[in-house]
């Protein structure tokens, strides 16, 4: 029975809201008939604006990573020289893609728990003129920072033609990203953390310049050949069968972004990254990262006088609350709340109540109800349209 009450607050998978989970549950249709380009091809303009790009979204069957690595094996061939961005797993993830696919990697190593500063990025790609692609990932999951995306984007732009290629699967949904502004040319996002739906679906928004090169490579490639998923999207297709239950479900979760408008989803999810740090703050608990650096969708916690294990583990016999823990040298040093996707304020106001509870069993000192009080009042603050 406790499947359906657990409160899951990990930075994905996320909740599903009820909409999507009915509209899921449709009869499937035949993937090459009538219905499903017309399903198909109402979707692409709708997701095109989430995305902020000019060209059409490519829906690859598979978890974030197989977005991650068609990216990779899409723009590269053996030997090109790309730099990564690495401050956590995910930028590790897209380093390890990277060596796999034999590119000639320079690394940027970040503390975890730090943004890295486009300065850095710029001063790299001095170093090395040649690069062909730099990859950073928006939101960092493992550590709950925000990387400075559109601004490395920009300079990377001034300097050279090299792709600037986003792993935004953390984030889009949830922060706000503008592919065409910004000049971000490839940007990849999944379907289970701040787009609502379950695991299995990939998102891949390709720029024009991103698109010249993925044409003029003759990289073998097979499932992950976007050029392949471009053909077929024309046609209202896609070249495998796609995860149709999840393409209802996407079709529902656009619904309810525009619903509730884009720039409402975005101030949504700052405010409940402030009602969350504003309540760690007055509870003692001291944030793994500064505001400026951290992520509107995941809050990184590490505790010193507790473990963050028995917390972790206590809110979930307890009160069935799911928050993550650390990754890698993080394990066991941070809890991870996600707050993103089918989140709202009241949310927040439930796992920082439950929290409280639990810090007190873990006998961490505070005065009780301080960080409710504390996410009450950015909440009364703000606009009282942000519900
Ligand atoms: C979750 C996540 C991924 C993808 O993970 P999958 O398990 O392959 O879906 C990639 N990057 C980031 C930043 C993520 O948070």
Redesign the pocket.
């Known amino acids: 029975m406790k499947r359906e009450w657990e409160l899951l607050h990990t930075?994905?998978p996320t909740p599903i809201p009820p909409s999507v989970d009915r509209a899921m549950s449709q009869p499937i249709i035949g993937h090459r008939g009538q219905k499903c380009k017309d399903l198909l091809k109402e979707m692409t303009p709708r997701l095109k604006t989430v995305f902020g790009s000019s060209q059409d979204v490519q829906l690859i069957t598979g978890?974030?990573?197989?977005a991650?690595e068609a990216a990779v094996v899409n723009t590269t061939s053996p030997g090109d020289e790309v730099i990564v961005v690495v401050a956590g797993a995910?930028g590790e993830?897209f380093a390890k893609i990277c060596n796999t696919y034999e590119l000639t990697v320079h690394q940027i190593d970040v503390e975890w728990g730090k943004a890295v500063q486009p300065e850095a990025v710029e001063a790299v790609l001095k170093q090395h003129p040649d690069t062909k692609a730099v990859f950073v990932?928006?939101?960092?999951?493992s550590t709950g920072v925000m990387h400075p995306v559109e601004e490395i984007a920009q300079r990377v732009h001034k300097l050279s033609e090299a792709l600037v290629i986003v792993?935004g699967?953390?984030s889009i949904g949830g922060a706000k990203i503008d592919m065409e502004q910004s000049g971000i040319d490839f940007l990849v996002s999944?379907s289970?953390?701040a787009m609502m739906l379950p695991?299995g679906l990939?998102f891949a928004a390709i720029g024009k310049r991103a698109w010249e090169v993925i044409h003029q490579n003759d990289r073998p490639r097979f499932y992950l050949d976007l050029k392949t998923y471009d053909k077929k999207l024309q046609d209202g297709q896609t070249p495998f069968t796609p995860a149709l239950s999840l393409l209802f479900g996407l079709e529902e979760v656009l619904n309810l972004i525009e619903e509730e408008g884009l720039e409402h989803v975005y101030e949504r999810h700052q405010l409940m990254k402030r009602m969350t740090r504003e309540a760690c703050k007055a509870l003692h608990l001291p944030l793994f990262v500064s505001d400026e650096d951290a992520s509107c969708t995941v809050t990184a916690i590490k505790p010193e006088t507790f473990e963050a294990e028995q917390l972790r583990k206590i809110a979930n016999e307890e009160f069935g609350l799911l928050l993550a823990g650390g990754q890698q040298h993080l394990k066991g040093q941070i809890f991870r709340i996600g707050h993103m996707g089918y989140s709202r304020p009241a949310n927040v106001l439930q796992y920082i109540s439950v929290l409280e509870i639990v810090l007190k069993r873990v006998g961490h000192e505070f005065e009780a109800g301080a960080g409710t009080a504390a996410a009450q009042e950015v909440y009364l603050t703000a606009a009282r349209e942000l519900v």
């Open positions: 930075p994905g978890s974030g990573t197989s991650l995910f993830r990932t928006h939101c960092e999951t792993d699967v953390s999944g289970q953390k695991p990939a």
